[in-house]
């Protein structure tokens, strides 16, 4: 086949939408080019485990020119994506320009501070690998300022950790930094009185994990407490400086406060010429393609889509389906066969809250302590991209259950070392 | 025992030469107090292996107050030591000042350009976790930007690596890259053809591994060979600019130029009242105690120590046996025995390659190849400080020799993303 006649479908984005999509045009009749920022597809439902110094960041993300090394449609450009002409049916890079036949954009969200973005600053967000390790060498420094301070007060206020927001990445994170504090890291301080450690979780709304039902949030809330989370729900935040967070009247002195509160989507999805949505999604029709541009799919975090009167959640599992539909979309497309409308399928929400705790919703199926947990590791292991990921994680994992110990508890990157 | 009578040992640097020091004095009758401006203690012969992506930084590295942890005598702080006050036994650090009875300097050496500071920004050393991460984006990003480049001479510009020092690191970095560009990558680029990037290795003496017997150099140089590194030798630099290299005559284009030609010993050394060697190096008495302070110790590669007429090599080896040997003088000194003079006892020399390729001398024993590699390889993993780092290491390695895989090639960041 002459390569002009081929059609050139252009993704925006190596995460679930866009991996998915690209995997499934594997045996279509198109070329690929796949573009991300980074060089790797990131597997972030773990990203906390690198934040708290579980994992190393390789163990959770894979060049994405590795995963699709064998198939041979895909060019794989590292590249930013800046700018989207939808009538010359091109994208400006970085580095270049590509035109495309179909464009897929499915560049995700990024953490966002309701138009506070001074907060940034004291209170980082968890979206990259990079927000990780400044993460993980925030907290880590906090501990390492503690044990050389003399005033006692300000121990105690560097020992003051609080989480904003209550949905899954702020519960894991506090009950993770809960554990750190109380069983991997009290030996080995000699100053400090690491286990007088308190860990804050504060939420806006009226409980943790909303899109739970309320006996799960309600357990969630317990197993926090238990592992020593303060959880401090109803509480919108109203200011954040280098000195804590302030919610209202209350006050947490705090130097290390890190922010799970807000999702704001990618954005490029300003440049598509539909109104967005709050959060900056852009509503899409039926089929996932861009009202007016049949050429053009939104999927992932960047779109929005209602179904039965409400939003499909901005999870993986949905990121992914819509990756598929859409590449099935555009192989019936190239055959001149009419598109389907997107369906999900909701195959249940699960969160972990900390060492042997979690809950897990499916239907009916409410589950919450062990057996969540047990059920939370399998999927996670069974959804992590790579044979070789999947062994070094469990036999971290196992060490850490063994142990309590964290092995990745390395700070690197000079900037970040001050607390 | 009242405190205020139990010695302060303070060591500056949790190396080998630190650490070891500091482990020995266990049982000892002193308080001791290691600083060092990381959180780590780091594996530096295997620092390569993460500049190479062939392993994780936490593989290579373990908290130093979490291998301290059982040894009660011990306060671990992590700060910078910036200045030695010898009359008021007092060190300032970056955050607070410490006094002592004695004084243990094992800061170590770092990368060095010879007066030409200016190659730094385009030639980066390799001596932390840092730099290693730093190498490890350029390398991987060069490969990335000759994916993305239309023109076939920049491509070719973009492949071309140049190693510059033909010591161990040297060698080390130039066999791993040519074995990357060789057998880990070509599948994966549709664009770049990355099998006819050329990595040099260029040494200004007359052999590489100029430590080792000179059959042994040749051996290296050929192994070199037949993994695809051009080896130069006799070529001393002249400049490093963004664009390339030029020894005297000989220029070479590329945009990825690495530096491990020239160490320096730390800058603490000029701050103890005696002249330095050339590389900054500090004499010490053959107790290895500073001339005129004999409660201030001096070890590791900070040193300049000679034994039967020639220098003691800046080797793990030495750094632990001086650290152990200071450890009894201190011991002995508190009982008032005298100290006696250090002897470095030589256990050999040796040098990995590449793939199944290495150098072993150890007295009239010479070897090279695949036994040498094997030997490296068990040497290395019986040293690697800690049981879960040995398991991870020995299982990343096993996956990369069936598989020719490197898994820790995730480009994190974003400051050097571009080569």
Redesign the interface.
Known sequence: MDSAHVPHVLVLGGGFGGLWATRALASAPVRITLVDR???HLFQPLLYQVAT?GL????I???L??I???QSN??????DALAIDLGARRVSLA??NLDYDYLLVATGATHAYFGHDAWAEHAPGLKT??DA?AIRSRV??AF??A??E?DADARRRLLNFVVIGGGPTGVELAGTLAEIARHTLP?????ADVRSARVHLVEAGPRVLAAMPPELSEKTRLQLLKLGVEVHTGKPVTAINADGVTMGDARIDSRTVLWAAGVAASPLGRQLGVPTDRAGRVPVAPDLSLPGHPEVFVIGDLASVQQDGKPVPGVAPAAKQMGEHVAAVVRDRVRGIAAKPFRYRDYGNLATIGRMAAVVHYGTLKLSGLLAWWFWLVAHLFFLIGF??R??VL??WG?SYWTY?R????????RDREP
């Open positions: 980074t060089n790797h110094a190393s960041a390789p163990d993300a894979a060049p020119r590795h699709l090394r064998k895909v060019t794989v450009r590292m590249d580095q270049g690998l990079d390790l880590l420094s390492e300022a044990e050389r003399d030996r080995e301080f000699r100053r070789r990921n062994i070094i036999v971290n060490w110990q092995h990745a508890r390395i700070i690197v990157g000079r």
